[in-house]
């Protein structure tokens, strides 16, 4: 009996040995690699099925008062105006109490398809020392192109918050200023330092399916595939709104949003 | 029954058990000792094994990856234009490449037919001359030389290798062997010459099709990971350590961590999910801190030597005093070695901890080696005059000695030595009283740059609603959530006493009286001259402005009208100046005792011989105001307020003398002196602990008291370690006097911040790395040169919220940047200059003159010296000349300059090219003049750029060059444009139509512009204004009736000018 006393001290002590040294693994396996996110595949899209979104923008409340630009500072601009007034756009009201320069936009709806940007560029032109277009909308790596139709220097100075920031000067005669925006961004303000009053606003966006108002308030978005979206509006002044809309197959969907005065 | 034999007792008695049970104990002490030799106290081993298997996966699978991505490129139209072209290259060269290969071939068949026997005679003759040469006979000597002139003519006959495989034979004596000999290496190395030409194009050719490659291939390439992989085949299984016998340090952690070196970046997620495995997360630091010097441990602390186990190696036992830092605690480990530095790299939450030590004005009870230093300055230097005066006294006797000796020296050459010993120490003395001189005045300037937390508690009085004031001192933080005052562990009547003591030692005197101004216009002003900088109104979501100072939302219910006037008009002034040798303040009754008026200030700061502090020790600047300024804005931050200030109880208590006596011990108890001026206490010692190496205290030391099993056990949220510590007394300083029976005066009495998370853990951070040095110190930072001066003058731009205002680096967000109205195009415009280059863009010395007047006139000063567009305005800080050239030598070491500065000569223009500047800058195309100040008022309203005339005195010609170059490469959103200049044959030249001076120019044009900056006069600018005439003048009925409004977000009112009027 007394033998086997001492046998069982063996087996405790191999046991003690295990425990006090078992070796623990530090690895935190448990939470897996971030595995690349399986690619979205993306669709091309029917142009058999696209219909359109039109709609209008309309202003409630007091028309703000137009607010004259001096150009004084640069009497190449005066003189390029035939000393004619011309008023900011940002804050201008249709005379049928609709907003121009609205930017229509999918904000969400549209990822899901294969949207390749159109070979020719989006043009933003210097003229009487005034951009134009004032409000404009370019796809994510189209081209965009800056020319200078003044005979005075000017210089272009987008002050994005996503994308690339730049600030060119552009002389008069000189070629034009070739960019891309690699980044949706809905707005990315451009101003020139030189004359302060000038200023544009790009809407760089995934999808070609986006519009600006014109002087009656209304747009037009062609090509959208059908189904269900957010449409954003953008102001430079009035703020900004969303609104759903759905698109039937070949159909046309109608909306009307009205901003009111600020 | 035989009775059976008893058994033999030394026959018969069995051993076999007990040597059965030693056998296998025997062997049990084997297997075990063979368990912990593998697995047990070896646990490295299997994770080093486990790291092959799994480095090896992921390195295939790269090389995967890697291999595609070449053959990507490999197949792009660009590299194979590139390799094919090298093809071609190669191709052409061949045909002759070849020949010469074959005739090289033919040579070295040649060499190899001739060496041996070329060898054998060349040795014969050389040994034979050395014997002739040491050969003294005459007669022996002509004997020798004839029989190796015999030799030389014997005939050696070779079979020659030729082209084409033959051979023929010939027949070479000695000289035409080794002509035959060396005419072949001449051959040789002129045909390796050739093809090396031959090949020069094709293989220029290849590097740049190689160099395509590895600039177009992201991550490593196939042959360095394969590399890898062979290496990781190759890797022993063994202990891995850093040594650095001179430091202590023997960090074994690479052992397990066996990824951490890599070359490449190994993530968890490479590493099969197991985070032991990756490399290094920033490889930035270790190529400073090389581990082969500074191992692992001086940074993560844990026990680097014990590769046992993992609680052992991270040093997480209790005897331990320098366990693994955890992650949210990881700057604690640049501390140790960085404890002279205010901002560190890398070490953000170390940053966060080291400011609000100061900020949050922890250093006005608890000591720390680093902070404080403007007193202790002061000690020193007073201690180094003293010294000096002692040296110069001695210095003096021994003048009269030596002169004396010099005297009645026996000869004149020792009279002389005496006489010059003389008066070498009387030039030795000189420098000394002018050293004595030099401190004497930095004792003054150091006072300047003494700084408190809060205001000063003398002039309440005159300062602040006196019915406020126990309110505020009851519970700080129920007035204003975010005020740096701390709730004060008061018992009743604490308060009471505590205020008629405040009440009764301020003093006597009042702010003159001031008229109301207009608190609207007051508005606009405080929104847009900077004080938003570092003052917010309003709490939570409705805030605006900076978190620096004081919250204004309340402002009105505690100030007095006439002193907030005198406040911000200048904050610097006291309404009494404080001697410190006698230990108060001086009163207008001292002044006429000694028959002097009561003036003091920067200029007049002594008094019978004793420095003054003259100023208030608040960091506010003045912003040069004018007094109806003054009185705008405080009109309408007398209107902040949520309540009457006459709606507060009377406190009547506050004249009771018995309770201001109680007061004044409270006050001793409590440390309100730590950060504020209180008559009396101005010498006062701090109250608190020392926390200069509080990290490596040890851990019984720490008073846990009833929380103590919490911490053993790790209930609740404790654990027993410093940082636990920590972390809940920041957040309730009183937590360890729970339950706890204390008399007053005994209690603890340390305030609660009212911290947030983040700040807890900042301090936490920078508690537990406040250690005592273990390593050499050669090792700590304790820089010279640039990187001093970058060191020091941190503390500076932190101590007075430079970062409100300007950016240093990129990325950094300034207070002003978060404000609405900085954020539209036009007001990002009229933000702050960005101080990215500083030290490149502007001559140092400028810079001094600036920071000491920022308005750089001593009659113009209600403006911004260079930009005077800017509503915001860079205030006067009142710097000393002592911080001032810190900040200046700061500026010059964060943009690599050298110091001292030595202006780079700008050649003067020609007339010819004079012209030529003068024509370029007022055509119609060159922008210039377009946004710069030129000093003609109706010009300047619209500037949005400094004025040229600047240029001279306060930029370096280089910076200008680079700036009118590429002004984005340098302040990246800057409102100057790039691209005014191209490049063209190495030149820069103008983009726009030149004008027909410089139609035949062939010279840089940037030199030229720069060239003219920099000679700029005055009457040059007239001449220039005159020349481009009505182009920069708007029309002249607009000008007078024109104000530059002040607001941003009216700035583009502006340019709409008289039109509104003309409505």
Known sequence: MRKLKWLAVIPVMIGLAACSSSPKASSES???????????????????TVGEITGVVKFDGAVPHPRMIRMGQDPVCQKANHDKPVYFQDGEVNSN????????????????????????????????CMYEPHVMGVMVGQQFKVINSDPTTHNIHPMPADNRAWNESQPPGAPPITKTWARPEVMVPVKCNEHPWMRCYIGVTKSPLYAVTGDDGTFTIQGVPPGTYTLGFWTATFGTQEQQVTVPPKGTAKVTVTFKAS | MPELPSPDPVQHRSLAGW???????????????????????????????????????????????????????????????????????????????EKINSQIAVLNAQFDAILHIHTTRQQYVASNIYIVEYTKSAKRKKELLTKLARYEKQISTIRMPEAGGKTRLVHYNYRQLMDAFNQNSDQKSALYEKEGNLMAPASDAEKKAKA?????????????????????????????????????????????????????????????????????????????HDPVIFGCSPCHAGNGMYAESVKAAHGFREDWTWPLFSKSDLDAGCQECHAKDMVVDHAPVLNEGKFLFEWRGCEGCHAHAGYDQSPGEIRTTQREITSLEKQRNQDALDVQRSNHLGDIAATNAEAQADYLHAQSLQVSMSKISMRIDHDTQDVHWLMMDEKMVGPDLKEIRAELNKRWIPVWLHNPHAFDPTTRMPN????????????????????????????????????????????????????????????????????????????????????????????PALGRDLTPADYQKAGLPFVFGLHHDTFEGHALQVEQETVMPN??????????????????????????????????????????????????????????FENAQKIGTELTAEGSKPLELFAFSRFLEDAERGRDGWAFTRASWFEHKLKDPEIFDQGMIRTAGEQLHMPNFHLKPEEINALTTFLLGSQTPRFPKNMMYDPSGPAKDIQQGWWIIKKYNCEGCHQFTLGQSTALMTLPWFQTPNGKGDLPPRLLTEGARVNPNWLANFLANPALSDTDVHRDGVRTYLPVRMPTFYLSPIEIRKLVRFFEAMSHQPMPYIPRPVKPLTPDQLAMARALFVSPAAPCLKCHAIGVPAHDKFATAPNFLLARKRLKPDWVRHWIMNPALIDPGTAMPSGLFKEQDGLEVFSGPVPPALAHYKGDEVNLIVRYLFELTPEEQ?????????????????????????????????YVGTLVASH
């Open chain 1, 30 to 48: 448990s939470s897996a690699a971030p595995a690349a996110a399986p690619q979205q595949q993306l669709k091309p899209v029917d142009p058999a």
């Open chain 1, 97 to 128: 109490h609709t907003l121009p320069y609205v930017f229509v936009y999918v904000k969400k709806g549209a990822g899901q398809y294969d949207w390749t940007p159109p070979s020719e560029p989006v043009v933003l032109d210097q003229k009487g």
């Open chain 2, 19 to 97: 040597y059965m049970i030693a056998a296998l104990l025997l062997l049990t002490v084997f297997a075990w000792a063979l368990f912990d030799e593998v697995i047990g106290l070896r646990p490295w081993k299997s994770y080093q094994a486990r790291f092959k298997v799994e480095y090896a996966k992921y390195l295939r699978k790269q090389i995967t990856q890697q291999r595609a991505q070449q053959q990507k490129i490999e197949n792009s139209p660009e590299y194979l234009a590139l390799a094919q072209k090298a093809a071609a290259l190669k191709k052409q060269a061949q045909p002759e490449i």
């Open chain 2, 212 to 288: 395509y490659l590895a600039d177009h291939l992201t991550g490593p390439n196939v042959t360095a990971l394969q590399g890898l992989l062979a290496g990781n085949r190759r890797m022993s299984i063994r202990i891995r350590q850093f040594y650095n016998g001179k430091a202590g340090i023997v960090d074994r952690c690479e052992s397990c961590h066996i990824g951490i070196l890599q070359p490449i970046k190994l993530t968890k997620a490479d590493m099969g999910g197991n985070l032991l495995f990756i490399s290094h997360p920033d490889m930035e630091l270790l190529k400073i």
């Open chain 2, 488 to 579: 004060f562990p008061f018992r009743p009547g604490d308060v009471k006493a505590i205020s008629a003591f405040l009440w009764r030692d301020a003093i006597h005197m009042q702010a003159p009286q001031q008229p109301p101004g207009d608190p609207v216009k007051g508005k606009q002003l405080f929104r847009t001259r900077g004080c938003m900088a570092c003052h917010a109104v309003g709490y939570g979501k409705n805030a605006a402005g900076g978190w620096f100072g004081p919250n204004l939302t309340r402002v009105g219910e505690k100030m007095n009208y006439d002193y907030l006037v005198r406040w911000i008009h200048n904050p610097r002034q006291r309404l009494e100046p404080y001697c």
């Open chain 2, 623 to 680: 912003l040069r105001l004018t007094l109806k300024s003054a009185q705008d804005i405080a009109s309408y931050l007398i209107t902040l307020k949520e309540k009457d200030p006459s709606s507060y109880s009377p406190a009547p208590y506050m004249s009771d003398p018995k309770l201001a006596a109680k007061g004044k011990k409270l006050l001793q108890f409590y440390g309100c002196s730590g950060c504020h001026e209180i008559a009396g």
């Open chain 2, 1022 to 1054: 007239q001449r220039l204004i005159q020349m481009s005439g009505k182009m920069l003048m708007p029309a002249p009925a607009t000008t007078s009736q024109l104000e530059r409004p002040q607001s941003p977000d009216a700035r583009s009112a502006a």
